[in-house]
C-alpha cells in the first residue's frame, strides 16, 4: 500500500502549492489527479491575481473589497490573511517564474477589475491561470524527487479509522482500471468545483463536484452551496468564458436599444461592478425584453484601443474568432450571465483543516469562507494559493508528529462492487447516464440560477430526488479496464446529483438576497436574520441536516451595498 | 440541425482486435466543434469511445487529435470547417453542387503510442521530452526582495512560449521526430526558450550549449514548419528553435560539436557571396574551410555522394568547382540592409495582427512597434 505523509487530492493551484508547500516544510507528499496536472481547470483563470502590492495601496482595502463583495458574508478572520499574505505571494509566484506583465520601468504592472478600489491585478494578458499553473507544475517537475504525482488516478472514496479520522483514499488507476489504496497521515482536497452541475457552464468538464461530494459523504459540512456565481460575461450556447479582463480594459455593456445599462444599477463603478450585481442587471434587462432576440446583451470591447486589446486579451480575440465568428476588436460580442463559480463547499478553517480529523480542503472545493455571498474577480487565483500553501504547510505539521495509519484494505472490496455493478447493468435497463447529466444541468441553470424563488427551487428538488433514483439503475456502454470514461461519468454523475442537491437545499433556506443568491419571493437582504452560514451535512444515509453558523466580523459592519 | 458523419479511428488494447474504423452520424450547428460532434456520438451511442477532453475553450491542451490527418484540438475546430476540408487531401475545397458534407476523419495524433482510440501516451513521449529541457526557472542567487526588474518587452517575449498548452499537436506532426524520436523536438524546444529568453534565468549558456551540442537538439530541426501550421495557440515552435540557434551562434559563440552554428553561417556567407547555393562550397566551408583539419574526413565520407552525383550527371566537375554564379545587387542589398541594423530584430510572433493599424483619416500606418510587417498568425482550424 503506497503511504504518504500528505496526499494531495487534485492537482490544480491549490493541490500544487499545497505540494509544494508540504514538500518544503519536509513531508512526503503525493499529488493526484483524474488528469495531467497542467488540464486542471485553474487554467481557465484568464484575468489575474489580485493583490495590495503596490505602495498607494493597502491590504485593508483589498479586504474591505472582498468583504463588501462577499455582501458581508465572507469571514473577516480568512479575508484578512488572504489579503495580508497575497502581497509575498505573488512575488513568490515572480520569483519562481511566472512572466508577469510588467509597466515600462520593468516593474509589475497592474489592470482594473470588477468591485476593486484599486487596479490591484497582477496578470500574464489574459492567461494567468495558465501561466501559474505551468510555473507550477515546473516547480513540480522540478521536486520530483520530493513529490510523488500520480497523473490519472480517479479517487473513489476517502478512507477514515475507527475513531473517524481521515487516513487517506481509494483511487482507480485510469490508464488500467485497477484500485488502489493510499495511506496518509494528512489528506488533503484540492479538486475544485461543481459548475459541471449546470448546463451551460464556464466550467470544464472535469468539474464535476468530486472532493466536495468526497467530504460530505463522510460527514463534513458544506457551507454556502447555495452561493453560485454567475459570471457576467458568458457566450451563449456553450458558456465559454469572456474575461472580465475585457471590462477592466475599458469594454462597455449594451442592451439591443444601445443603452449602456451599467448606469442605472452601478452609476459609480458601471462595468465593473461586483460580479452578482453586474449578472443581475444583465438578466433583468434580458427578462425585460432590452436583449438581442438570442436572450443576450452586448459587450463592446472595440473601446479598447486594438493593439491593446491584441496585446492584453489575445485569447478572447481568438476565442471571439473561433467560437462566436466575431472579431471583437471591431465589432461587439453577445454574451449573458452563466454558471462560473461555486463560493460554497467544504467548511474548512484558516488552516484548511476540515471539521473531519486529518482532512483538509482548499481553493474552489472548499469554503474558508473568503467570497462568502459572491466572489471577486482575480481573487480566486489568490484563494487557492494562499490556502493550498497553508494546508499544506499545516498538513505537514500534522503529519510529523504521528505515526503513519494502517487502513483496512476492506473498503476496496465495497469500492470494487460499486464498480462492477456499473459494469454488470444491462443496455437499457433504465436512462443513460449522460441523459440525467444533461437534464440535471439544464434544469439546475433554469431554476437555481441568477434569479430564485421557492417554487423553482422546490421543482428543482424533487427532480433531483428523482434523477437520484434514475441514477440507481442508469446504464453505461463501456466495460473495459483501460481509460474506461463512462463508468467515471457514472460516478462524476453521483458526486454532481449530492452537490446540485446541497446548492438547492440551501437556495430554498436562505429566505432573503444576499450576494449571488437572489430570491424573487424574498428581494432585500436581512441582515438580522441572515449573516449566518448554512451548513448541510450527512450522516450515512438520512436526509441532509440543516445547521448554522455564525460569520466572523472583525472590523468590517455591513453596511448597504452600492457600487 | 446539419447532419455529420464522423469517422473515428477506434483501437481497444484489450480486445486483441486492429484498430478500426467507425462512423457516427450527429447533428450539431456547423459552428459547434469537432469535439462537440464526439461527445455527442459518445453521449447517444457509444460510451466507450475514448478521448480526452476537458475545458472545451482551447486552453487545456487534453484533445489533440488529427482531423483529417492534420493536428488540431477537437474543440478548436468547427465541423463545418472540417467537413469543408474533408474533401480529397489537404485543405482542398468542396466539389461544386455536393450536397452532404464530407465524412470527418478523427485520428489519434502521431508519434505517440495510442493507448486507446484517440488517446495517446503522451507521458512516453511529450513529457520526457520536456523533462529533458531543464523545465524550471534557474535564477542566480537569492531573489529579490521584491520583483525582478526586467524590460517589459522580455515578458511579453516568453509569452509566446508560455502560450504552450501542452497539447503535442506539434509533436504528433514533427517530420524529425519521425526520422529521429530521439529529437527534443518542437514542444520542448519552444518550452527552453521560455527560460532562455527570460532574463531572470542565469543559465542561458550552459542551457544553449546543451542543446546545441545535443545531436537531437536544436541542429535536428529541418525547417519544415510543420510545427507552426500545427499549433493551435500561435506558439511557433520553429521560430523558438530559430531564436535558440541565432542566440546560441551569434551571442554566446557556442561552436558546436555537431557544426550546426558554423554550417547555417557558411550557408549565409556562401548566399551572399553567389546568390545561388554553390552547394561544392558548402560543405567545406561548414567545417571551416577546404584545408580544415575538420573538412577532411568530412569530404572523405562524402565522396561517395559526390561520385554518384557526377555519373548521373547532377554535377559536372567545372560546375562544381567554378561557380560562376555572383549575387545581383538585389541580393546585395539585402545583406548590406541587414548588416546595418544596429540590433538584431527578433521577430515576436505573439503579438500580432496590429501592423495594420487604422488612422483616423481610414489610411493605413505601420506599426512602429517590433520594426514592421509581421506574418499573419496561421490558424487553419478556425
Not at chain 1, 493597502?58 to 479586504?63: L, P, R, T, Y
Not at chain 2, 474543440?75 to 485543405?91: P, Q, S, V, Y
Request: proline share 5%; aromatic share 6%.
Amino acid at each position: 500500500m503506497p503511504a504518504h505523509d500528505v496526499l494531495i487530492i487534485g492537482a490544480g493551484l491549490a493541490g500544487q502549492r499545497a505540494a509544494l508547500a508540504a514538500a518544503e516544510a519536509g513531508a512526503t507528499v503525493a499529488v493526484m489527479s483524474k488528469v495531467h496536472p497542467v488540464r486542471s481547470h485553474s487554467n481557465a483563470a484568464a484575468g489575474g491575481i489580485n493583490a495590495a502590492l503596490n505602495p498607494d495601496d493597502s491590504w485593508e482595502s483589498h479586504a474591505f473589497d472582498t468583504v463588501k463583495g462577499s455582501d458581508y458574508l465572507g469571514d473577516q478572520d480568512a479575508i484578512e490573511i488572504m489579503c495580508r499574505e497575497a502581497p509575498g505571494e505573488v512575488l513568490w509566484l515572480e520569483h519562481r517564474g511566472v512572466t508577469f506583465h510588467r509597466n515600462p520601468e520593468g516593474k509589475l504592472g497592474t489592470r482594473a477589475f470588477g468591485g476593486a478600489s484599486a487596479a490591484r491585478t497582477y496578470y500574464v494578458a489574459d492567461i494567468t491561470g495558465q501561466a501559474l499553473l505551468h510555473v507550477l507544475y515546473e516547480q513540480l517537475m522540478k521536486s520530483y524527487d520530493k513529490v510523488d504525482r500520480y497523473e490519472e488516478w480517479f479517487v473513489t472514496a476517502l478512507v477514515q479509522d475507527d475513531a473517524g479520522s481521515c487516513c487517506g483514499a481509494i483511487a482507480r488507476n485510469i490508464k488500467d482500471g485497477s484500485m488502489q489504496l493510499f495511506a496518509a497521515k494528512a489528506t488533503i482536497l484540492a479538486s475544485g468545483g461543481a459548475g459541471q452541475c449546470f448546463k451551460p457552464t464556464t466550467n470544464a468538464l472535469i468539474c464535476t463536484g468530486d472532493g466536495i461530494a468526497q467530504a460530505y459523504r463522510i460527514g463534513a459540512p458544506l457551507m454556502d452551496m447555495e452561493m453560485v456565481q454567475y459570471h457576467p460575461t458568458t457566450l451563449a450556447g456553450n458558456g465559454i468564458l469572456i474575461t472580465e479582463g475585457a471590462r477592466g480594459e475599458g469594454a462597455h455593456l449594451y442592451n439591443a436599444e444601445g443603452e449602456r445599462f451599467m448606469e442605472k444599477y452601478a452609476p459609480n463603478k458601471m462595468e465593473l461592478a461586483s460580479r452578482d450585481v453586474v449578472s443581475r442587471s444583465e438578466q433583468t434587462e434580458i427578462n425585460e425584453g432590452r436583449g438581442f432576440p438570442d436572450g443576450t446583451v452586448a459587450l463592446d470591447i472595440t473601446k479598447v484601443p486594438r493593439k491593446r486589446t491584441l496585446e492584453a486579451l489575445r485569447e478572447i480575440v481568438n476565442i471571439g474568432r473561433d467560437f462566436a465568428g466575431v472579431d471583437i476588436t471591431r465589432e461587439p460580442i453577445h454574451i449573458l450571465p452563466g454558471c462560473h463559480y461555486i463560493m460554497g463547499g467544504v467548511r474548512t478553517d484558516v488552516h484548511g483543516a476540515t471539521t473531519i480529523d486529518g482532512l483538509y480542503a482548499a481553493g474552489e472545493v472548499a469554503c474558508v469562507s473568503v467570497h462568502g455571498g459572491n466572489r471577486l474577480g482575480a481573487n480566486s487565483l489568490l484563494d487557492t494559493l494562499i490556502f493550498g500553501r497553508r494546508a499544506g504547510e499545516h498538513a505537514a505539521r500534522r503529519a510529523a508528529g504521528m505515526a503513519m495509519p494502517a487502513p483496512s484494505e476492506r473498503q476496496i472490496d465495497d469500492e470494487e462492487a460499486t464498480i462492477r455493478q456499473f459494469l454488470r447493468r444491462e443496455h437499457g435497463s433504465g436512462r443513460r447516464i449522460s441523459e440525467i447529466k444533461d437534464e440535471l444541468g439544464t434544469m439546475m441553470n433554469e431554476k437555481c440560477a441568477v434569479f430564485r424563488d421557492h417554487n423553482g427551487l422546490n421543482q428543482a428538488h424533487e427532480i433531483i430526488r428523482r434523477l437520484k433514483e434514475e441514477a440507481e439503475t442508469a446504464y453505461i456502454d463501456d466495460r473495459g479496464t483501460v481509460f474506461n470514461q463512462d463508468v467515471l461519468g457514472a460516478i462524476e454523475l453521483g458526486y454532481m446529483l449530492d452537490c446540485a442537491e446541497c446548492i438547492v437545499l440551501g437556495a430554498l433556506d436562505r429566505k432573503e438576497s444576499r450576494g449571488a443568491q437572489f430570491r424573487l419571493d424574498f428581494p432585500e437582504r436581512n441582515d438580522d436574520e441572515w449573516i449566518k452560514h448554512i451548513n448541510l451535512s450527512v450522516n450515512g444515509g438520512d436526509a441532509p441536516k440543516i445547521s448554522y453558523s455564525p460569520v466572523t466580523m472583525t472590523q468590517w459592519e455591513p453596511e448597504e451595498r452600492k457600487y | 440541425m446539419p447532419e455529420y458523419t464522423l469517422k473515428l479511428r477506434r483501437y481497444s488494447p484489450e480486445t486483441g482486435e486492429a484498430a478500426y474504423w467507425q462512423e457516427f452520424t450527429i447533428d450539431l450547428d456547423g459552428k459547434r466543434s469537432v469535439l462537440d460532434g464526439i461527445l455527442q456520438a459518445k453521449d447517444r451511442e457509444d460510451g466507450s469511445i475514448g478521448i480526452r477532453c476537458s475545458c472545451r475553450a482551447a486552453i487545456c491542451g487534453s484533445c489533440g487529435v488529427r482531423v483529417n490527418g492534420k493536428p488540431a484540438l477537437a474543440c478548436h475546430t468547427h465541423l463545418d470547417e472540417a467537413a469543408r476540408t474533408a474533401h480529397g487531401l489537404g485543405w482542398n475545397p468542396p466539389d461544386e453542387g455536393q450536397e452532404k458534407p464530407a465524412v470527418i476523419t478523427v485520428e489519434p495524433m502521431g508519434n505517440m503510442p495510442v493507448i486507446k482510440d484517440l488517446i495517446v501516451d503522451m507521458d512516453a513521449v511529450h513529457w520526457k521530452k520536456i523533462q529533458r529541457v531543464t523545465p524550471w526557472l534557474l535564477p542566480d542567487g537569492d531573489p529579490p526582495e521584491r520583483e525582478y526588474v526586467v524590460p517589459a518587452e522580455s515578458m511579453i517575449d516568453v509569452t509566446q512560449s508560455m502560450a504552450c498548452i501542452q497539447c503535442g499537436a506539434c509533436v504528433s506532426d514533427c517530420l524529425s521526430m519521425e526520422v529521429d524520436p530521439l529529437f527534443i523536438g518542437p514542444a520542448a524546444l519552444a518550452k527552453a526558450y521560455r527560460f532562455v529568453g527570460d532574463p531572470r534565468d542565469g543559465q542561458h549558456s550552459e542551457r544553449l550549449k546543451d542543446l546545441a551540442e545535443d545531436p537531437h537538439g536544436i541542429y535536428d530541426c529541418t525547417h519544415c514548419f510543420n510545427c507552426i501550421e500545427a499549433c493551435p495557440k500561435g506558439v511557433a515552435p520553429m521560430s523558438q528553435i530559430m531564436r535558440l540557434r541565432r542566440i546560441a551562434g551569434a551571442d554566446h559563440e557556442i561552436d558546436d560539436r555537431n557544426n550546426g552554428h558554423r554550417h547555417e553561417t557558411a550557408f549565409v556567407n556562401n548566399i551572399e557571396r553567389n546568390g545561388l547555393l554553390h552547394e561544392a562550397d558548402l560543405l567545406p566551408d561548414s567545417y571551416g574551410g577546404k584545408f580544415h583539419p575538420r573538412a577532411v574526413p568530412e569530404l572523405l565520407s562524402s565522396l561517395p555522394v559526390i561520385l554518384t552525383a557526377l555519373r548521373r550527371g547532377k554535377v559536372t566537375p567545372k560546375k562544381a568547382l567554378l561557380h560562376q554564379h555572383k549575387a545581383e545587387k538585389g541580393v546585395k542589398r539585402i545583406f548590406e540592409r541587414v548588416h546595418d541594423e544596429e540590433e538584431r530584430f527578433e521577430l515576436n510572433l505573439y503579438v500580432v495582427g496590429y501592423e495594420e493599424e487604422e488612422t483616423q483619416d481610414g489610411g493605413t500606418e505601420q506599426a512602429s512597434a517590433a520594426g514592421g510587417q509581421l506574418p499573419e498568425e496561421r490558424s487553419p482550424n478556425k
